[in-house]
């Protein structure tokens, strides 16, 4: 008789409550799944809305990703009226998503990735600390908790609070920035590029001359983001899927159903391929993408790390302080342009176009995408929302079970497997807030 046994564990040190489930049968590992125990809600509770207030709902669906979710928002009902955003307001919603990318990134890196990094590349024995962190290097803390607030400062000047912001509504930005406001920010930034300077060259020093393990390659994948002509932008562009230089394919957000879809009532996105095929999004993805970010620094900087990184999920820690440091020397280039002091009227939302709108922006973890639809009294109908994680759920999954697998047949230990695949869980950088909206 075969025998079927579940063990289930709470993976710690992410974004949210998420579980491992690990089944073993015939005392093999046949399958890991990393699942997320909750139901879907936002999606139902954006029906019978009105456009306009559609923003301010999404914006609660997660703590950390609010810019990204109320600006893909805020797109996607403008394209009901095939509304042209004023440039200002433009710079002004990529300076709110700078500081958001700054916030969820050093978060992620210092709290969740940072201590597995140690253990993993066998500088730890143990797994760090908070105060352990701050005794093996008490400047990086600093630089770390200094960006953490300076990714809230910067919501807050721009956003009218650090948490779900108020001033982006669909046609523009309700803000015109005072001369003080751009000087504080300006300060900010400064003080942003030169902790990040820092924090790159010590990761560089500490891990570029290691070897990531095996066990964190990715499999056969095919990365998906925004290509803005080859260029590093979050806020506009085609959709792109590329599994290497000579195999890609780039599309307008309006035709994406033709590549992929989902049903509103399953956690879980269809994608009209291979179905051996697994999709990325995130950095990594964004980084294969990227042809030229235009920056001597980071070309140096991405040439400190060889071919052994580059298929490897690690390397994604690497490039969020590269994204960091990239959008901080971006943010320093907006904060000069003169429009931004300049009063502009905003478009007005009375002729509408079309029956369906779709807005798209790169989010921290990855591309997120909005559509929505309204009936003849311009109300929500239906309403539907990828997010970032939940593209990559797959990926994770089949990372983890292979790595499972090897790890029990090597130890025979299920509670060391349980401990280690979560390493490479909190690599992928999972928002479950999100996922389980």
Known sequence: MKRLLKIVDVCTR?????TVKILLQNDEISNVDFEIQS????????????????????????????????????????????????????LLRH????????????????????????????????????????RYDSQLTTYIYELIKIGNEIEKIFGGRSVHLITSIPGGIVYLPSRKDIS??????????????????????????RVPP?????????????????????????????????NSIEFEEKNYSSYFEKDINLRGIDFHFDKNKRFLVGPISRYKITENYENDNINTYLGYFD??????????????????YFETQQGLIILEEPVLNRRTILPSLTS?????????????????????????????????????????????????????????????????????IQTIIRAF???ISCVAH
């Open 14 to 18: 992410v974004e949210g409550h998420g």
């Open 39 to 90: 139901n879907r809600g936002f999606e139902s509770f954006l029906i019978g809305k009105k456009l306009n207030d559609i923003p301010k709902i999404v914006s609660r669906i997660c703590g950390l990703c609010y810019a990204s979710q109320t600006i893909a928002s805020c797109k996607a009902v403008e394209n009901f009226f095939n509304i042209s955003t004023p440039e200002q307001s433009i």
């Open 95 to 134: 300076l709110l998503l700078f500081g958001e990318l700054i916030k969820s990134h050093s978060m992620h890196f210092y709290f969740q990735s940072l201590p597995d990094l140690f253990q993993i590349f066998d500088i730890s024995q143990k797994l760090f600390s908070p105060y352990e962190l701050i």
């Open 184 to 209: 504080m920010a300006r300060k900010y930034f400064q003080k942003a590029k030169i902790n990040l300077e820092f924090i790159i060259d010590k990761f560089i020093g500490v891990f570029s001359n």
């Open 214 to 246: 095996e066990e964190y390659d990715l499999p056969n994948v095919m990365y998906m983001g925004l290509n803005n002509f080859g260029n590093f932008n979050r806020y506009s562009g085609t959709l792109k899927i590329k599994e290497n230089v000579k």
């Open 307 to 324: 071919k052994s990184w580059q298929n490897s999920v690690l390397f994604s820690n690497f490039l969020r302080l590269i994204e960091m």
């Open 352 to 420: 509408l176009k079309n029956s369906e709108g779709i807005g798209v922006i790169e989010a921290p973890r990855g591309m997120l995408l909005h559509h929505y639809y309204i009936n003849d009294n311009e109300i929500i109908k239906k309403a539907k929302i990828f997010i970032p994680t939940e593209i990559n759920i797959p990926i994770i999954n089949d990372t983890i079970t292979k790595y499972a697998q090897e790890l029990y047949n090597r130890t025979g230990d299920i509670n060391i497997v349980k401990k280690k």
């Open 429 to 431: 950088d999972p928002c």
